[in-house]
């Protein structure tokens, strides 16, 4: 068991998908993977039901799953998504926002909030966690690392207005 120890990196690289007549197959770059034993990885993507991965001379792993688990797989990608939206809005731990609403292809958020009490506390990592499961699933399903966004709108629950928004992966460049 060898332990993968590549640096950190803020990087994104794109997430290659080539959808085949009876095959998916998802290369995953290797800084999706660092510090993370690629043995267990592979373990793991074959018991969740991928048909093969290959470790890449770049580090990155190509998964082939059939077309079934592949939609099977970004099912439970945007369920848990909703869910974790769910969370936010319903669980108390982001006392300012209010309700939270999305397009269909989950690449748009508006979150409602009480603006005054949003500008005092840390309820914005909310949208963060949501924008970083977004792109993900946007990759996952087959964007291109230049042709994805994930946008964050930020509404005041009192006014209706727009007070900011956020573009992703855009805003993770920013310094």
């Keep these: ?3 993968i120890t590549n ?12 959808k085949g007549l009876l095959n998916v197959k998802v290369t995953m770059p290797s800084n999706m993977f660092n510090g993370a ?3 267990e990885v592979i373990a793991k993507a074959k018991a969740d039901g991928v048909s ?3 470790k890449n001379d770049d580090g990155s792993l190509t998964y082939t799953m059939s077309k079934a688990k592949h939609s099977e797989m970004m099912k439970q990608m945007e369920t848990t998504l909703l869910k ?4 936010i809005k319903t669980s108390g731990n982001f006392k300012s926002i209010k309700d939270i609403t999305s397009n269909k292809s989950l690449s748009e958020f508006t979150i409602t909030v009480d603006q005054n009490a949003f500008k005092n506390s840390m309820d914005g990592m909310a949208g963060l966690g949501i924008a970083m499961t977004s792109m993900f699933y ?3 399903n087959g964007a291109s690392a230049d042709n994805y966004k994930v946008t964050i709108s930020l509404k005041d629950a009192e006014t209706g207005a727009i007070f900011n928004t956020i573009v992703y992966p855009d805003a993770l460049k920013k310094k």
């Design 7 to 18: 640096p950190p990196t803020t990087e994104v690289k794109s997430i290659e998908v080539d």
């Design 84 to 87: 974790n939206i769910d969370d």
């Design 138 to 140: 946007q990759l996952f």
């Design 1 to 3: 068991m060898s332990k």
């Design 37 to 39: 034993n690629l043995d």
């Design 52 to 54: 093969e991965v290959v």
